[in-house]
């Protein structure tokens, strides 16, 4: 199943084997496939394929041949807007709090989401990270492999893409995606006083007999339409939450000290802002934490 579904990102099924440490990094993969998945996530959950040349013009600058970037459509879009939504917060966190901290610290920007990378034996060592408008990939390796001595995605990658992103992103406006239809916003609901994202059909302190919103087999997120009636006991009040309205999404909780839920719904977009005052994490305090 796992094999399957990453191919949903663009790699070919027979470049896997079943190994069990896969989520871990196990199988190889090239910085150009990794950029074209990790833009699944920029896109809002589409797939374009990615490609070298733009345009070819000859010695008197006619324009030979040209490439058309792929437009975003539903025959490209390869998981739930939602899930891309929320693994761009988690990586937006990473970038800001985690081993991805130097990039928050030094681009000062709330859009830039991210992951570092180490394979045994430091061979390899990656950052992948992004805005909504530009994917970019950091590898560092030897062509036959071999250690890179004690260096990590977070001391050597993620440097090198720093540098770059400081010089193309130098004129971009910090931008982020809107939180799709069918999610909502707990302010301050996590342990650090973050927002928190959910399906609105899987609130904090709400049961369900099942997740009307879990993926198909095209990975595309179902309709979320009547949530409500899928609350055990059958009451659509029960357990806190109200009736739905007409557009399929819960109005409010109630009976919860959580702070009042922010609903997006296909009229009401929402723009979010990932500002937080905590305060980043240093990636050389964890690096010493791990040696001592």
Do not use: C
């Amino acid at each position: 199943v796992t094999i399957d579904y990453v191919t949903k990102f663009g790699f070919p099924k027979n470049q896997f084997q079943p190994y069990l440490t896969m989520g871990l990094g196990a199988n190889e993969v090239t910085p150009i496939q990794m950029a074209s998945a990790y833009a699944v996530f920029a896109n809002g959950g589409y797939l374009l394929q990615p490609y070298f040349i733009t345009k070819i013009t000859d010695a008197n600058d006619n324009v030979i041949a040209t490439t058309a970037p792929q437009q975003m459509s539903q025959n490209n879009q390869v998981i739930d807007p939602r899930n891309a939504f929320i693994m761009t917060s988690i990586l937006k966190d990473v970038a800001k709090y985690g081993t991805g901290a130097k990039a928050y610290k030094e681009l000062h920007r709330d859009d830039v989401a991210g992951k570092t990378g180490t394979t045994n034996d430091s061979k390899d060592v990656w950052f992948d990270g992004f805005t909504p408008d530009l994917v970019t990939v950091a590898w560092v390796g030897y062509d036959q492999p071999k250690s890179l001595g004690r260096q990590y995605g977070a001391t050597l990658a993620l440097p090198i893409w720093i540098d770059f992103m400081k010089y193309a992103l130098k004129d971009s406006p910090v931008r982020s995606l809107p939180m799709p239809a069918g999610m909502v916003a707990i302010p301050g609901g996590t342990w650090n006083g973050n927002t928190e994202y959910y399906y609105d059909s899987m609130r904090i302190g709400v049961q369900y007999e099942s997740d009307l919103s879990s993926e198909n087999e095209s990975g595309i997120g179902q309709d979320d339409s009547g949530n409500a009636e899928d609350i055990l006991n059958g009451d659509e009040t029960s357990n806190g939450i109200n009736k739905t309205d007409s557009s399929g999404v819960g109005n409010s909780i109630k009976n919860n000290n959580s702070p009042a839920p922010i609903v997006a719904s296909p009229s009401n977009p929402i723009e979010v802002n990932h500002t937080n005052a905590r305060k980043p994490v240093d990636i050389n305090d964890i690096i010493g934490s791990i040696q001592d």
